[in-house]
């Protein structure tokens, strides 16, 4: 599989050479976050949702096994094909010779970021099956033969005079025109061409529910519908974490998804499949890949709640300034950091520590996953498994040592505070990685922790 | 031993002791589920509304408001030979006005069956799209939405929240992706 080629600093570093782009993705992502605040302030109960989701899918692990099975016969008894995949490879075998069965050589693709977890595009090139992907966003990455960089908002880290060049070079826009209005007509155009082309349609899933057997699909570009609706043969892959137990609790979920991801009240399109429609046919692709694994580590099994909102990656002050591609993973992000060692601890061990540990990510997840404290525990598994680098290891040993001591804690704050005012130029220097292209601001003359011990006696 | 024994043994090994489901009581708090509050949700999200006595007066009115439409289905009418052709002829519908079941006042859903639609992807290929919705039947939250839909009773169900819709250039909002490029919604009195 892809073998790691440069770990997330070095892909950073990478992407803060242009830093105009870096300003943009990371006040873009914050005005994204901005306003699923906004729409979360609005709900008098959104706290009590994030409580009710996370119970319920708290609930739904406890009991997989058992949903699972249920699931499989609702699906069955529905008119549904449901297949099992073990890991990547078997994914794509099954994907493969279901078009092959039907001898497709040409198919409709939406959102899901389990076929991308599963490299399912290259995969299929290589048997000579052409994929297109309808997604807007994913489609404009195609083109530009690059992976998503956000797990909702696909090519957020390009610009529209790159997307109108894209465009200009393979649907034949007129050069220079950079319109998003327009450059989505055209989109729209082509990509109903393939839509009345396509004989079969691969979808990922939201939520699938045990209770009646179906998968509920949701967009705002109506992609999914129009692949699925139209095609002789829906293949829709999902992991087996997205189960959830009953047809009420989408509700719950719903509720939650859109305001989380991009401030909407609800995606225009929550489709229900449950049958096939009438001379069609519906595989089912359960998927595991490591998640079976994950569930059994007690420390990291909540992040299988995740329901892919990509609210935490709007959020971090990580992410929003080294840009999805940094992550080398089709997760990116604080989730993805958390999911990407559970596949392979040697090539994503660089991603643990690709955070603060500020939390931030753990206070917007709308299942409610602790997810800087499962970034934290990652670095000790690392550490003692040997998968970090000497200076990483040291640095975790006087990390934990400074942050279990406050009187040290407070010292060394003291003193850093003292060397930045005194010698910025030791700080902001090529030594030290934190300060490539950044000016250093001016230090407080008074920290935090003074601050608050002086106002906490008036 | 199959891929199938083999995940779902790792399961179960590995599964968490269980606990129970939570209640769902009291999540939808004092939303309204009003005409006035589900007009301002659906507005914003770029759709339009009309209150009409009865379905008799929808054709005028999308006339005076589309006056280019050429191909328009209407659920109900007696011009009902698209129903089994095949659905990618329909490519070429400019608008379709199909029945509504259930509208969400929080966020400007409206829930649509394959039952009423008669072909699942009408709704959607469509270049625009009118819901017809009684009055009656606009409810406060997701929650009263499924409790009134209750278990499926066809293969297709969907919830539509304003037209199709893109951000993904640069985060400027869209309509008109791949799905219908307007919604209107008549709100019928009942
Ligand atoms: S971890 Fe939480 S915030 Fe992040 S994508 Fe998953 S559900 Fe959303």
């Known amino acids: 599989m892809n073998r790691q080629t440069a770990d997330h600093a070095t892909l950073a570093d990478r992407f803060n050479e242009n830093e105009p782009r870096v300003d943009w993705h990371d006040q873009t992502l914050w005005w994204v976050r901005a306003k699923r605040d906004k729409m979360a302030r609005s709900i ?80 299929l090139a290589a048997n000579g099956i052409e994929v297109i992907d309808t997604d807007l966003g994913e489609r404009i990455v195609q083109l530009a033969k690059e ?210 540990l500020c939390g931030s990510c753990s206070n917007v997840c709308p299942v409610k996953i602790d997810i800087h404290q499962q970034l934290y525990k990652w670095r000790q598994v690392l550490v003692k498994e040997g998968h970090t680098t000497a200076s990483k290891t040291a640095g975790m040993k006087m990390m934990s040592g400074v942050l279990s001591a406050p009187r040290t804690y407070r010292a060394a704050g003291k003193m850093g505070r003292w060397v930045m005012r ?37 | 031993m199959s891929s199938r024994e083999q995940i779902l043994a790792a399961v179960k090994q590995h599964q968490p002791e269980a606990s129970v489901l939570p209640s769902l009581e009291g999540l939808s708090g004092s939303m309204p589920g009003t005409l006035e509050a589900y007009r301002k949700v659906l507005e914003g999200l770029g759709g339009s509304l009309f209150e009409v006595k009865d379905e008799k007066e929808i054709p005028a009115l999308l006339a005076e408001h589309y006056p280019h439409l050429q191909r328009i289905i209407t659920i109900g009418s007696n011009e009902r030979a698209w129903i089994n052709e095949d659905p990618h002829l329909l490519e070429n519908v400019d608008m379709a006005v199909v029945p509504g079941l259930w509208g969400v006042a929080e966020n400007g859903a409206i829930w649509l069956t394959e039952q009423e639609v008669q072909v699942r992807v009408l709704p959607f290929i469509c270049q625009h799209l009118a819901i017809v919705l009684p009055k009656s039947r606009i409810l406060p939250t997701m929650h009263e939405a499924y409790e009134k839909i209750g278990a499926p009773q066809n293969g297709f169900g969907v919830f539509i929240a304003g037209p199709s819709k893109t951000a993904d250039i640069e985060q400027s909002l869209v309509l008109g992706a791949h799905g219908a490029k307007s919604l209107v919604v008549f709100i019928t009195e009942a």
């Not at chain 1, 249920?70 to 493969?96: K, L, M, P, S, Y």
Request: net charge positive.
């Open chain 1, 44 to 123: 008098p109960e959104w706290e009590q949702l994030r409580d009710t989701a996370s119970a319920i899918k708290r609930n739904a692990l406890g009991n997989l096994y058992e949903y699972l099975i249920q699931f499989e016969q609702q699906a069955t008894q529905n008119g549904a094909i449901v297949h099992w995949a073990a890991d990547a490879a078997e994914h794509n075998r099954i994907v493969t010779g279901i078009l092959q069965q039907h001898g497709v050589r040409h198919l409709v693709k939406s959102k899901s970021m389990l076929t991308e977890e599963c490299h399912l595009n290259p995969h």
């Open chain 1, 147 to 356: 992976p998503p960089s956000h797990i909702v908002l696909p090519c957020i880290h390009k610009k529209k005079e790159e997307i109108g060049e894209l465009f200009h070079e393979h649907l034949g826009t007129p050069a220079g025109n950079a319109d998003p209005q327009f450059l989505t007509a055209a989109a729209r155009q082509h990509l109903r061409k393939e839509f009345l082309q396509a004989k079969a349609a691969v979808t990922g899933v939201n939520f699938a529910v045990a209770e009646t057997g179906e998968m509920v699909v949701c967009t705002n570009e109506g992609n999914a519908d129009m692949g699925a609706h139209l095609a002789d043969i829906h293949i829709a892959c999902m992991g087996i974490e997205k189960i959830i137990p009953q047809r009420k609790h989408l509700g719950v979920f719903l509720r939650l998804l859109a305001r989380s991801a991009t401030g909407q009240p609800i995606t225009t399109y929550s489709s229900h499949f449950r049958q096939p429609r009438a001379g069609q046919e519906l595989h089912i692709v359960l998927v595991d890949n490591g998640r079976s694994r994950q569930l059994g580590r007690e420390d990291f099994r909540n992040s299988l709640k995740c329901i892919r909102c990509g609210a935490c990656m709007n959020t971090c002050p990580v992410y929003r300034r080294s840009g999805g591609h940094s992550y080398h993973t089709a997760v990116a992000g604080p989730i993805g950091a958390i999911l990407a060692p559970n596949l392979d601890m040697k090539d994503y061990a660089d991603l643990p520590f690709a955070s603060t």
């Open chain 1, 422 to 458: 005194a010698f910025p130029g030791m700080v902001n220097n090529r030594l030290n990685p934190w300060y490539k292209q950044r000016e250093m601001p001016a230090p407080p003359a008074q920290s935090f922790s003074q601050w608050y011990e002086k106002n906490k006696k008036s």
